[in-house]
């Protein structure tokens, strides 16, 4: 169980100074960096395969098959078979709100081996929070591999475990999620979030990081303005979702924008899944997305879903962060081999909300961002 004393877990200190502005990008489908990897990126990568090594993971991950489905949206469909055999049984959800329960599995009880640092950002450089002249302690984030890993690296960013906070997201929890891509060289490095009925299958809160060399459509789709002092957006192509995006002098702000969103959604027993990757500013189907490109910035995607509880419906896949960003993990290779961009949409489809739930809910976000 992981409750030997805090102090003895290895550290990684950071500060803005190490967030990286000028990314480096390759042309072409894959986002490979073009600039050396970052001491965060090294960290994560370096102790992540230490650990697969070690035999820690359910299953050796290996070099996913991976294919672009032919169509305008360029899903990346992977086939991780393994995964769908060899993960932890997910727990028993039945409410967007509901309480932490130390009887089900939590990253408590985890192997401490699993454990890749513990992630501090340094108060002295960077002062920690202020919000209306009250001091916030930042967020002690311990990051441990997946052991049932969906790509290289792919690890999970656990806020105070001790804490056991329930999944809900917290401020400071999806600022310092902003800040990990920020900490990364590397464009293909994305984060994400499944709330309770978005198919997290813990209830203890978590983000999840991981890297993939493959470009995503999520990363330059246009978007339409709703409230754009408070960064907030509507993409304008499918699947219909909400957009935050932030340079790294922003971040703050924009976490408090993001967490009255989901504390809203919660709220009002909303599921919905959060992705964060690098990408362009914000424009819309009359500009040209090549003058608002340069990948510097932090896109968040926001979407709003049915909720589903129980037994998953079987499909090709299941419907969670990755793949509403248009990554998607087959279970089996004749759905991997057959599956088409119209397959995709459909079942995506169904697990959203309709036109005009999304148009309310937009409504509400809007005087809801406003009134702040």
């Given at each position: 169980m992981m409750k030997n004393d805090p102090t003895m877990l290895r550290q990684f200190v950071y500060s803005k100074r190490d967030f990286?502005?000028?990314?480096?990008?390759?042309?072409?489908?894959?986002?490979?960096?073009?600039?050396?990897?970052?001491?965060?990126?090294t960290s994560i990568q370096a102790g992540w395969t230490e650990r697969m090594e070690k035999g820690?993971?359910?299953?050796?991950?290996?070099?996913?098959?991976?294919?672009?489905?032919?169509?305008?949206?360029?899903?990346?469909?992977?086939?991780?078979?393994?995964?769908?055999?060899?993960?932890?049984k997910p727990q028993e959800i039945m409410s967007i709100q509901q309480e932490f329960s130390d009887k089900q599995f939590n990253f408590n009880k985890i192997n401490p081996g699993e454990i890749i640092f513990e992630l501090i950002k340094d108060r002295e450089a960077d002062k920690a929070l202020h919000d209306n002249g009250q001091l916030h302690q930042p967020c002690r984030m311990v990051v441990l591999v997946?052991?049932?890993?969906?790509?290289?690296?792919?690890?999970?960013?656990?806020?105070?475990?001790?804490?056991?906070?329930?999944?809900?997201?917290?401020?400071?929890?999806?600022?310092?999620?902003?800040?990990?891509?920020?900490?990364?060289s590397d464009p293909g490095f994305?984060?994400?979030?499944?709330?309770l009925g978005a198919l997290a299958s813990v209830n203890h809160l978590h983000l999840h990081g991981y890297y993939l060399n493959h470009k995503l459509k999520i990363e330059s789709m246009p978007a339409k303005p709703l409230v754009p002092e408070?960064?907030?957006?509507?993409?304008?192509?499918?699947?219909?979702?909400?957009?935050?995006?932030?340079?790294?002098?922003?971040?703050?702000?924009?976490?408090?924008?993001?967490?009255?969103?989901?504390?809203?959604?919660?709220?009002?027993?909303?599921?919905h899944n959060l992705f964060l990757t690098r990408g362009c500013q914000p424009w819309n189907s009359k500009q040209n997305e090549k003058d608002h490109c340069s990948g510097n910035g932090v896109r968040i995607i926001v979407w709003p879903r049915k909720s589903c509880f129980g037994a998953k419906e079987e499909s090709a896949f299941n419907v969670a962060l990755c793949e509403l960003?248009?990554?998607?993990?087959?279970?089996?290779?004749?759905?991997?081999?057959?599956?088409?961009?119209?397959?995709?949409?459909?079942?995506?489809?169904r697990c959203l909300l309709t036109d005009s739930e999304f148009l309310r809910l937009e409504h509400q976000l809007i005087c809801h961002l406003k009134d702040l």
């Open positions: 990286v502005t000028d990314l480096c990008q390759n042309s072409g489908n894959s986002p490979q960096r073009a600039s050396p990897p970052s001491k965060f990126d820690l993971f359910r299953y050796h991950l290996g070099d996913l098959q991976t294919r672009i489905l032919p169509g305008p949206r360029e899903y990346v469909a992977q086939l991780n078979i393994q995964r769908g055999i060899e993960r932890r997946n052991v049932s890993p969906l790509e290289f690296g792919h690890c999970l960013f656990v806020p105070d475990p001790l804490s056991c906070f329930p999944q809900i997201l917290t401020r400071s929890a999806v600022q310092v999620g902003i800040e990990t891509v920020f900490l990364s994305r984060v994400g979030f499944n709330s408070k960064a907030f957006y509507r993409l304008l192509e499918f699947p219909a979702g909400f957009l935050f995006y932030t340079e790294s002098e922003d971040v703050e702000e924009v976490a408090r924008a993001i967490c009255a969103v989901t504390d809203f959604l919660v709220d009002g027993n909303v599921a960003a248009g990554h998607l993990t087959f279970k089996n290779k004749k759905d991997y081999e057959l599956t088409t961009e119209n397959d995709v949409v459909d079942i995506i489809q």
